[in-house]
Structure formats: structure tokens, C-alpha cells
């Protein structure tokens, strides 16, 4: 595209904040770049062992990645379970054990009651020293909503003070900044940091959210500053963004100990140029990002996945209908939550309450652990809840979900009949619809303030609330009805026919599917939690139905939204253009717009194109032959324009406002004393895209996207006619979908 | 791209055979077919329905073509498993069942021996009334060479007479069929029928081939047929590749067992334009697949998958290096047997030994027969032998392998610790020894010749019995020296330290992963083989290993270098096209051609159109406003030019050779008594493809893949230069690759 056997000026080639960039033109320089390690390896060993290294440079990059994103993982994990049992409790044996941690070599602690040890003290026992009565009670419970004030006060404050990219789940902004978007600073240091603290801070706190959003952002941050100690990465922004995409894989892979799943969320939902050619690195980062995590432990129990789960009983052909229909109830969540989320968040952004995201922050807070204290299903962690509602119940579960009554004592090793409901579960029942309900309506509200939080959990949270109930209240029917016509062929008396844990998981599924609209990756990565083949069809069947009723309420899936919500120039690469409209339609000039600025290819002075500049904002200029035949030569952008002129001004001798400025390979003929002309022809792009005006936009954004264009021009019959940015196809696309086009904020 | 509001002319838009489709016309067409059925779809509720279940039409293609291929897979199991047997003896009790069948349900099975019934009857006790005895001995030797080669006669045979495309893997075709190229026939119902009676053949006559890879042919042939049943696709070349790339997803699927997997080779290997769209769909149809294969099951475990294997211990980060020394195996193997392969094939291309198919197939057959029936590990079907080195020892195992002196009888459930080797090991060693070297050997010659032949599995079974000689040495070395350094810290005496199965699996991955360079897939597949997330990590690390060797012995996998060979148009979408050339070097005209061949707008008679045509073999022609000024206008292909003009003059009154022919919207002005003129508007493709003839081809290249183009017309300042097509692309790539231009064939 240039001509780099000149010196280049710096600053040229690069981009301003908040700008596309050229793909087509990273690519080229890269290329170039790697020509030149190649040739010069042949002259000498040193040559050799550097062309070697840089190749090898994107695999010891991606090692980094995942020990570095592995390693904050673990970190993450272990604090945050610590500062979630803060709000309860202490240990008197060492102030750094968490509540299981602290009972775990303990004499005193009873099979039945695993979480009671003596070393463990509660707050009431620690201030007036008795856990029991009403006031114990109350002390507990003040300190509790204090802890939780306190831990969001911290997050929201240090994410105002230190870095406001850190808020939020970040993958909208890492799908902008992937598909080619310049954000300085959103995958910074600072972010790195603070959004690793305050996610500790906004997950301990209680409040309705997930780290595993943000542990996608965490690991691009990780990616992207790593990506500074490698010249082939640092200077390139193509590179770059392959690099950010494989850390993405390792993020979803230390969220979830789902490493395909990972390498498949990454290349379903946030990569767009490359898909395929980082597949393998990005596999490779995730396995190792996998593998640090687990050798951190942080789970203590060896285990890779965030929720362990082995059922024992086969799923039969008719319980279809109950997973079809947690599909659905997945899916309106999932177009409900979308709409509702971001209704509020337009509030936010559009009145005052934006403005008090410190006050909104706590108010959020303060009512959710009000409301979550009272309930032992809100007062868990919202992990903790779904390990328990996709957990089987075995013989020994001590817990009010697995207390049935026994009555038939014939069980064969892990194998139970499906039994009578006890009292236990059915008060489990309706504490777990209250928690249904909480979830649902304050998650609306948690979505999007000023701290970080991840959707992935709460949304698989609401799904599994929603199966574990259908999945108790299916076994209750089969129970007392077992002669039923849809039971009595495959569950007699006694059996073990229905699983209520995989009800809760068919259910997270379905849930996290209605929101996100993830497909495979979904079930890949559900997959990976269960690691049997067995129950991916009730997981397919689930997630396909939630996204079919999702996307019959609303296309978009709430990365989408959002992205749409801030105005970021996203192309989105799965979506086919539908309508039939012309590049003539879209391109500038509109029909009653004066001409096409144009510069000249070797008859403007520099003063004229000045003029040009300062009298226009476009971000770049067409050069044709001459102005009568409108044939095109090239492309140049305005910000290499600038830069190249002032260099020349200030170094070049004898360059005035009245030389002539040339983009031909050879200067044009003078007459004598004029002043010497300003060859530009290295900034000059020679094979600039363009279309006729008479392609279908369908072809047009077809082009963009899978070239990854800025602008594009517009020919009829061999002249110049107009062009079409990136902005222009975006604007065009939001008027065609019957949106405000002006919602599409930057270049 | 074309008017569509007239009527075509029947003919005009389709492709002739071994030629190149144009992605974007077809994606084009496809979308000018929904919209038309979407504003229908608000005119009545007959149409609305049709919309539906047009929409729908895909998904149900998909679970056709599942429930097809997985039966079809179950169907080639069950029969290759009963023919393979009838070459050692036939049951009594029915003729139907296999040898294992057969002593299934025998009362006079002893544990020791399960394979030795009365029922059973070998070749020698049905002809010569006993089993004992050398000359019962020759006996069944002579019968297992006959079956053997009545078997290839057979095979070879149907392939000639009655479908001379199912013969080979198929992948290479469908690599390039899917990439835009039409073979007809590739995928018809003669090829499917033949192919799948001829692979069972085949895969029983002992030969040293598998049968995985002619799998996917199967089932691309059965998406194929079943796409005749939906318009939406048996209309459209490009929405039929999108359901191909499913099929060959589920093709692997069935192959291996590994759904996942199965979606991942086909994104990684075959799909070409469409990556990401499919996956759902394919991901949907490689379930299905499995599953109706598992509810056949044909392995009679209830297992999905092909080969099962659990184990029990860890791997230590020591083993690596072996694990890696298995990987430079795979790779050296993978390059040798590419090279040699090749050099076999060009062989049989180019002398005389090409013409006599039946022949070298019979002396391959009879050779491999006659030295496989001595070795027991030759004799038994390649799948067998695999399943047998992947095998973890059990304490009941009673195979040769496994022969270890049972020293310490201190096991603890499954858990062995390591023994010294018995004599049974040792002689089992010798016996691998031999079948790797005769394997080898043999696989070269047999990969290419005129029957239906897979791959994978002679591969697996090299790397396999390379693992396992290495794993058993490994772990006789770990025994007898537990006290070196290397051992002493994690392998104490009377521990289980080393399991060989899990040597043969990687070994089998290095060595699979050497001849075709899949990375992400292959190792996908081999952990739903295991089933654990654990021996990924040796896996993954092989796999690479053996990448990076054999791809510093040769670039080309298998399948690229038989597409090569072939001359098929495929441009590679993973390799970077590295040199810095412009699309001036590459274009047509040369620089002393005589000028480009172009038709102009409104000046050209019916006879000089027909002129330019015979005197020229161009499959297309740009058209020009006027030959002084050479502005492009469109793009017209030859075959609809003479099918329109045919049409012209067979229906259209008036029209002569000396009839102007227009492309312009409105006739040109006409002196009167002039016949009538021509108009072609609808035609001419009004959005060619452009580029300036300063344009890298590296972005040239790039361009053809992303956006899938039959040819690209080359600029300079607006003036229609030259033209480059997708067979000079390749052309030109060869030759910057040294290899010679005109091997590629087709356009």
C-alpha cells in the first residue's frame, strides 16, 4: 500500500483515539515486516536467531497470557471467597482462612454440620458473644449490609478515582475493540489493576453480578500489556487484536475451567477478522491459563471446572418437554432482561442519575443485602447457589434441598429412588422463588453501574432457580403419579427417573443463552462442567429454543445492546444485510450535496490543500488525475496529511505555501524559480477500495466486514463519484432497521 | 448483480462442470429469494407458512441428513465387521453373526478365551474338519488371502464400472468443492451407493486403509441428495456448500464418535466462505449423527465412541519428553509418508501404471494378505489393533500385551503398579515391530489407489504401535531403574508410574496430526476419545511437536498435496501469501500481449460479439463505455452471452447479425431501417470486482479468498488495464512457490 523504502516520518501510519483502523493496512505492514526479518535471516547467524524468536514470539506470548491470566484467576477466586465470608464471620485461628478453610482440619466439626467449628465466629459471637437470640441476629445482619456497603463504596470509588474503563463486564468493549475500534487505555495497566481489585471488592459484596465477564476483560488487559514486550505486537494493531482474541479464549477458559468451551466462545462471539488462523494459539493459551488455575487450587478440590456435576440417571425422550420448556422461559428472560437492562441504562445515561453512580452504586447494594440476609439462598454466594441447584442429591446431602423423606431404604450405592418431598424441600421451594424473583428484578438493576460485573453468573443463577423448581416439582409428579401414561412406560415405583439437577442446569443453559446468544460455545462449555456426552441434547434442545424465542422477541443479545446503547462503530459479522438498496444510496455526496473534496495528483500548492483541511473534517481525501476527469489515483488519509506537511515545512528546505504538492511517481514540469515541490507520493494509498455505484449494499457491507475496511469509494463508469466510510454503512444499516442513525457516535 | 424483474433465460446463472462458482452472485441470488419470500410472507397466510418453513428447511436438512449419515455409518460398521471375520471362518449357528456375535450368548465361552466358541467355525474346520495342523493352518491361510482378494476384486471393480469417484478419501474433492468448484457427479447418489458398498469391502479385505475419511464423503454425498428435496438449496451452489460443511461435520462425527470434534474439522479443514454461520447448524447435525449411530451400536458397548479408553493414573511433566520424541516421530512419518505417497501417485498418473487399477490393486491386496495373516496383530482389523494399544492392562486382561509377571499382588481396585514385562510382552513387541515396519511400507502404496480409502486409521495405527513400543520400554525402564534420578522422585517401587495406552494415544495424535496438520480438531477428537480433560495437555503438546516438524519438511498436508497433484483450483485460506508482488505482474494482458478482449456498451453487432467469442476461450468479458476511453461499466460471463443471444434469435423477432447489441439502461440512438437491437443489460454483472494494478497481490489474494471471486478486474487511474482470474491467482502462486504453473488445471 506504501512505499516503505523511504524513511517513514513518525506518526504517520498511526491512529487517533476512538478511530477504526485499516485492517488491509496492518496486515500489509506486518507482511513487510516479516519480509524483511526473512531476508535479512540468510546474511547473518544473529539475523538467523532473531527471525527465529520472532516467530516463535506469538507462542511464548501466549504461555504468559495463560500463566498470567491463570494466575490473577486464582487469585481473584481465593480473595473473593475470603471477603465473602468476611461479612459473616471471622477466623480466630487466622484472620487470612476463609470459613471452609478454617473448619477443614478442625476436631470439633461434625459430619452432619460441616460449617460449624468453634474457630469460625461469627460477627454477633465475636461483638457480644452469643450467636443465639434475636439480637445476635440483628448484630449479624447490620454487619453483614456494613461489610456489603463498604466492599461497593471501595469498588465504586476506586473505579471513579483510578479508571473508569474498569466498570462494567468489558466484553461490548472488547468486541468493538476486536473487530478493529481504538479504545487507549481500556486494556490498559491501570484498568488491569483496578478492575482486579474492585471485581473482588463488587463480587463480595453480595451484589446480584459474576466475575466471569470481567475475567474475559481481565485476561485482554493481561494480553494486550504483554503484548508490549514483543516489537511484532506492539506496533501493530492487527497483530494486536489476534493476540487479544486467544486472550479472550484464556479468560472464558479460567472463568468457567472450560478451555474449547473458551476457544469457542472466543471465536463465536468476540473474535471477527481471523477467526480461524489464532485458533490453535488460542487453544493453547487457554490450556495453559486451565492449567495454572488448577494448580492454584482455589476451588480446593482439584478440580478444573467451576461447577463440578455427575449424574447418574439417563434423561428420557419425554422430559424433552420439560427442557423445551425452560427453553422458553430461558429465552423471555433473555429478550425481557435485554430490554429491560437497557432501558435503565439509557435512563442512566440520558438524566441526572448518571450523574450519583456512587450513591446508585450503594443504594443497589444496600437493598440487595437487606433482602438477601433473611434468605440462605440470597445470603450464598451466587456460585455457591448454583453448585447446590445442579448438585444431585446423594444418601448423605445434608441439605434442605436433598431432604426427602426416606422411606424406601433400598439404594444401591450412589442410586436413589426418586422419594416424597420432605418439609425441608418444600420450604427450599419457596425460599428459591423468592430468590427467583429478587434475582430477576434486581440483576436488571445491577447490570451496567459504575463497578464490574458479569452477567454470566447471575443469568445461569435465575435458570437454575427456574429447573431446580420444574425439575422438584417433575420428580413430585412422577412420584405420586408413576401410573400416569407419560410416566408408567420408563419410571416405575422406586426408580430414580427424574434428575432436578439437571433440570437447574438445562435451565442455567437456557437462561444464559436467552441473553447472551451463544450457541455452541454455551453448550460446549456446559459440556465441559458434566463431561458426558449423555446430556447435550437436553442442553441443545434448551439453548436452541431460548434463542429462537429470544430472537423472536429482539435480535440483539445484550453484548449487542450495549455496544448499539454507547454508539461504538461495530459492523457485526453474523447478521446478513437484507434489504435492497444501492451503494449510491448510502455513499457522500447525497444527490443536492456539492461535489466530492478531492485533492489533485500535481496541481495543488500546499496552501490549497491547507485549505482543504482546515475547511473539512473528513478523515481522509480521494487524489484523482485532475479534477474534469475525476479518474482516481489513490487514497490519503487526513492525519498523515498533516503530519507529512508540517514535517516538511520544518525540515524540508525551501517548502513554502506555494509549492506545488505531487502524488506522481516522477515531479511534474516546472517553470523555473518556482519554489521546490513537495513529493508526497509515500503517504499515498495506490490501491484504495472501490465499488460501482451500482453495487447492492448487501455486497457493500459484505466487503467491509470481511476486509475489515474504513472507507471504501464510489465509481461510476470508471470516475470517481462519492465514498462510503465505515460510519456511513453503519448509519445506513441503523436507518434500515428503522434506528436512529445519529446513534452511531464514532468513526 | 442482475436484473432480476425480467424473466431469466433458463440456463443463464448456472455453471458448467469443472468450473469455479462466483460466491457473491450466488449469495446475491439467495438474498433476492428470501427478501421476495419476506414481503410475500405479509400477502397471505399460505405464503406465511411457506416463509416458515422455508426458514426452518435448514434445520430440518440437518436432522435429515444426521439420521442418513449416522445410519449409513452404523450400516458400513456392522457389515465391515461381519465381512472382515468371514475371511477366518463363518458361524453356524446363523450366517449373519460375527465372530463375536456368534460366541456371545455360547454356553462353552470360558473367560480366559472369549473368542473361542464351538459355534465358531474357522475356514479349516468347515473344509478339512479341524483346526489343528499345519495343513489346517495353510488352509486358513489360503481362504483368508482368497476372501481377501475376492473382497479388492469386488471393490475395485464397482468403483470402475459403475462410479469412478468414490474411490480414494474424498476429502481433497470436498475441500475444493467446498472452496467453489463443481465436480458433478462428486456427491450423486451413484457415488454414494458405490462409495458405501465398496468402502465395507475395502475396509474388510485387510487392505491398509480405514475407513473415517471415505465417511465424510458419505455423508457430504447424502447432503448433497438431500438437498434436492428444498429449493432453497438445490438451487443455490452456495447455500448448498454452507449444508455440505455440516455434513462433512457430521461425516466426523460418525467416524470417531466425537460430535464436537467433528464440528471443529469441518471449520478447520473443509469449510471455506462461511466459517462461523454454519457451526450451529453443524454442531446440530454432528449430534444427531452420533446419536442415531449410538442408538444402532454397531460396537455393541453403547459407547458413542470409536475407540474407549479410560485411565488411571497421571501423567508426570517428565514424560513430556517422551511425549515430545513421539511428536518428532509423527511428524518425520507424516512428512516421509506425504512425499512418498505423492511420488507414488505422480507415478501412477504419469506411466503406464495407471492404466491397470484392478491389477496394482490385487497385488497390493495379495501382498498385504499374505504377510498380515502370519502376525496377529496384522491379522486383526486396524480399528482392533488400535483399540487394543490404546488399552490400559487391566487385571483380567488376558491379550498378550498385558502378559506382565504378576509380581506384586498388592492391587487395589483397578490401580496395577508397574511390572517387569513376560515373555507374551516381549514377543508382542517383536510382532509390533514387524507390523509398524510392514504398515509403513504398505500404506504408502495403498493411499491412492482406485478404491475407497481412509486415512486415519493406518496413521493412528503407526503412531499407535509407535507409542506403545515406546511407553512399554518406558515403563520396563522405570521398573528395573526406578532409582534414577529422573524416576526416583515421582516413581517409587511397586507404583502404577507409567500407563502405555496412553503413549499409544498420543503417539497415535502425533502421527495423525504429521499427515494432515489438523491441530485444534485432532486433539478435540482424541479427548472425547479419553473423555478427560487431563491428557490434553500430552496430547496437545505431541500434536504440535509434530506440526512444527513435519511442517519444516513440507508446508502441504496431505490433502493439499493431493489437491495439488490433482490441479484443483483451491486457494489456500490459511497460508499468507508472502511476496511482494503487484497485480500488475499478475494480470492478463502481459506487457506484450495483444490488448485485453473487451465488448463495448452500445457499438458492438450481434456478429462481432459472436466473432469475439469464437476467437477467444474466455470465460467472461469486461465491457467498456468506448475502447478509446476504456471506463469500465460491468462484467459479462460468455456462457450467459451465448445462451442469451441464442435465445435472442430463436424467440426474439428481428434480431440479426448486424443488430446492435446494448448493455446501456437505454437503447442508443438508432438511424432509422436499422434491424432491431439487443438489449443485455440484465446480463452484465454492473459491480465487477476492481483493483488498481498497484495493489499487492498479497491483498489481491486475500480479496479473492475472503470474498470467494472467479476473476477481478485490474485498473490504473481509472482505465480499465487487464483482468485477473482466480486460475492466474493460483498460477502465480505456484510459480513463487517454484512449483510448475500449469499443474493447476481447471478454472
Known amino acids: 500500500m506504501m512505499d516503505f523504502l523511504e524513511e517513514p516520518i513518525p506518526g504517520v501510519g498511526t491512529y487517533d483515539d476512538f478511530n477504526t483502523i485499516d485492517w488491509v493496512r496492518e496486515k500489509s505492514r506486518d507482511r513487510d515486516r516479516h519480509r524483511e526479518i526473512t531476508n535479512k535471516s540468510k546474511e547473518s547467524t544473529w539475523a538467523l536467531i532473531h527471525s527465529v524468536s520472532d516467530a516463535f514470539s506469538g507462542w511464548l506470548l501466549m504461555l504468559l497470557i495463560g500463566l498470567l491470566s491463570g494466575s490473577l484467576a486464582g487469585l481473584i477466586d481465593i480473595s473473593a471467597h475470603w471477603m465473602t465470608d468476611l461479612k459473616e464471620g471471622i477466623c480466630t485461628r487466622g484472620l487470612w482462612f476463609n470459613h471452609e478453610h478454617c473448619c477443614w482440619n478442625s476436631e470439633h466439626v461434625t459430619f452432619e454440620d460441616k460449617d460449624k467449628c468453634p474457630e469460625w465466629n461469627s460477627w454477633s459471637q465475636l461483638l457480644i458473644n452469643t450467636d443465639e437470640g434475636a439480637f445476635a441476629y440483628i448484630v449479624n445482619y447490620f454487619m453483614y449490609v456494613l461489610w456489603a456497603l463498604l466492599f461497593a463504596f471501595l469498588a465504586v470509588s476506586l473505579v471513579r478515582v483510578f479508571a473508569p ?40 459484596s453480595g451484589l446480584s453480578l459474576g466475575k466471569e465477564g470481567p475475567l474475559v476483560h481481565v485476561a485482554c488487559c493481561c494480553g494486550n500489556i504483554l503484548c508490549h514486550c514483543f516489537n511484532k505486537y506492539r506496533k501493530n494493531e492487527a497483530k494486536r487484536r489476534e493476540v487479544l482474541s486467544a486472550a479472550a479464549a484464556a479468560g472464558v477458559s479460567v472463568a468457567f475451567g472450560a478451555p474449547i468451551g473458551g476457544v469457542l466462545f472466543s471465536l463465536e462471539e468476540v473474535s471477527y477478522y481471523f477467526p480461524l488462523k489464532t485458533l490453535w494459539r488460542s487453544f493453547f493459551a487457554a490450556l495453559v491459563a486451565a492449567f495454572t488455575l488448577r494448580s492454584i487450587n482455589p476451588f480446593g478440590n482439584s478440580r478444573l471446572v467451576l461447577f463440578y456435576v455427575e449424574f447418574h440417571t439417563p434423561w428420557h425422550l419425554f422430559e424433552l418437554v420439560p427442557f423445551i420448556l425452560l427453553g422458553i422461559f430461558g429465552g423471555l428472560w433473555g429478550a425481557l432482561f435485554i430490554r429491560t437492562n437497557i432501558a435503565w441504562c439509557r435512563k442512566r445515561k440520558t438524566t441526572q442519575l448518571g450523574k450519583y453512580p456512587v450513591i446508585e452504586v450503594l443504594i443497589v447494594t444496600a437493598i440487595t443485602a437487606i433482602l438477601a440476609f433473611p434468605n440462605e439462598y440470597t445470603r450464598m454466594s451466587t456460585s455457591e447457589l448454583i453448585s447446590e441447584l445442579f448438585n444431585d442429591c446423594g444418601l448423605l446431602d445434608s441439605s434442605k434441598l436433598c431432604d426427602y423423606e426416606n422411606r424406601f431404604n433400598t439404594s444401591k450405592g450412589d442410586e436413589l429412588p426418586d422419594r416424597p418431598a420432605g418439609a425441608g424441600v418444600y420450604s427450599a421451594m419457596w425460599q428459591l422463588a423468592l430468590t427467583l424473583v429478587m434475582k430477576i428484578v434486581i440483576t436488571i438493576f445491577t447490570f451496567g453501574m459504575k463497578i464490574p460485573s458479569g452477567l454470566f453468573i447471575p443469568s445461569m443463577a435465575v435458570g437454575a432457580i427456574a429447573g431446580r423448581l420444574l425439575g422438584v416439582g417433575m420428580e413430585q409428579l412422577a412420584y405420586y403419579h408413576h401410573d400416569w401414561a407419560i410416566f408408567n412406560s420408563w419410571c416405575s415405583q422406586g426408580a430414580d427417573c427424574i434428575t432436578p439437577g439437571l433440570y437447574a442446569m438445562v435451565g442455567a443453559a437456557a437462561c444464559l443463552g436467552g441473553v447472551t446468544r451463544m450457541t455452541v460455545s454455551l453448550v460446549v462449555i456446559m459440556f465441559e462442567l458434566t463431561g458426558g456426552l449423555e446430556y447435550i441434547v437436553p442442553l441443545m434442545a434448551a439453548a436452541m429454543t431460548s434463542k429462537w424465542v429470544a430472537d423472536a422477541l429482539g435480535r440483539e443479545g445484550i453484548y449487542d445492546a450495549h455496544i448499539r446503547l454507547n454508539g461504538y462503530p461495530f459492523l457485526e459479522a453474523k447478521e446478513e444485510f437484507a434489504h435492497k438498496t444501492l451503494a449510491m444510496d448510502v455513499m457522500k455526496p447525497r444527490r443536492n450535496d456539492p461535489l466530492l473534496t478531492v485533492l489533485t495528483q500535481d496541481s495543488m500548492t500546499v496552501e490549497d490543500v491547507e485549505t482543504v483541511i482546515s475547511e473539512t473534517t473528513y478523515s481522509g481525501f480521494p487524489v484523482v488525475v485532475s479534477r474534469e476527469s475525476q479518474r482516481l489515483v489513490g487514497f490519503v488519509l487526513r492525519r498523515d496529511l498533516i503530519i507529512s506537511i508540517e514535517n516538511a515545512r520544518k525540515k524540508q528546505d525551501g517548502v513554502v505555501s506555494t509549492s506545488i504538492i505531487y502524488f506522481t511517481e516522477h515531479s511534474p514540469p516546472m517553470p523555473p524559480y518556482t519554489p521546490p515541490t513537495l513529493k508526497l507520493r509515500n503517504i499515498l494509498d495506490l490501491s484504495p477500495f472501490t465499488v460501482t455505484d451500482l453495487t447492492p449494499m448487501e455486497i457493500v457491507v459484505d466487503i467491509f466486514r470481511k476486509l475489515g475496511l474504513r472507507q471504501c469509494l464510489v465509481t461510476h463508469n470508471g470516475r470517481l463519484l462519492g465514498i462510503i466510510t465505515k460510519k456511513d454503512v453503519l448509519k445506513h444499516i441503523a436507518q434500515m432497521a428503522n434506528q436512529d442513525p445519529d446513534s452511531i457516535l464514532f468513526n
Do not use: D, H, M, N
Open 165 to 204: 474503563y474498569a466498570c462494567g463486564s468489558g466484553i461490548p468493549e472488547i468486541k468493538t475493540i476486536l473487530s478493529g475500534f481504538i479504545i487507549r487505555g481500556y486494556l490498559g495497566k491501570w484498568t488491569l489493576i483496578i478492575k482486579t481489585i474492585t471485581l473482588v471488592l463488587a463480587v463480595s
